[in-house]
């Protein structure tokens, strides 16, 4: 599987972006797409994920403000990042597990959240 991030870029506080990540390659049984992030300095974290049943689940420091989705082929997942907060800065990877395979990474995207 291999997956390709974009949608990341320098934003003020209190803006928006949407990342998207397209996955490509052997995508059939992929049992769920996931965003993380690894903030200067700090351990990388999981910011949400999404199943291919639709449950979703998000860090507490970003519920009410990001949103996850996908295509219902699950070759798509997108990040929409609302209220973004200069603590958001960060470079966001995003992550699919597939069963029999394990987990697949992106490149990363750089999203940098001005004061």
């Known amino acids: 599987v291999q997956l390709q991030a974009s949608g990341g870029g320098l934003v003020q506080a209190g803006g928006s972006l949407r990342l998207s990540c397209a996955a490509s390659?052997?995508?059939?049984?992929?049992?769920?797409m996931a965003w993380y992030r690894r903030a200067p300095g700090k351990e990388r974290e999981l910011v949400a994920y999404?199943?291919?049943?639709?449950?979703?689940s998000y860090a507490d420091s970003v519920k009410g403000r990001f949103t996850i989705s996908r295509n219902n082929a699950m070759n798509t997942v997108y990040l929409q990042m609302n209220s973004l907060k200069p603590e958001d800065t960060a470079v966001y990877y995003c992550?699919?597990?597939?069963?029999?395979?394990?987990?697949?990474w992106g490149q990363g995207t750089l999203v940098t959240v001005s004061s």
């Open positions: 992550n699919v597990f597939k069963a029999g395979a394990g987990q697949f």
């Open positions: 390659g052997s995508i059939f049984s992929i049992n769920y």
């Open positions: 999404i199943t291919s049943g639709g449950s979703m």
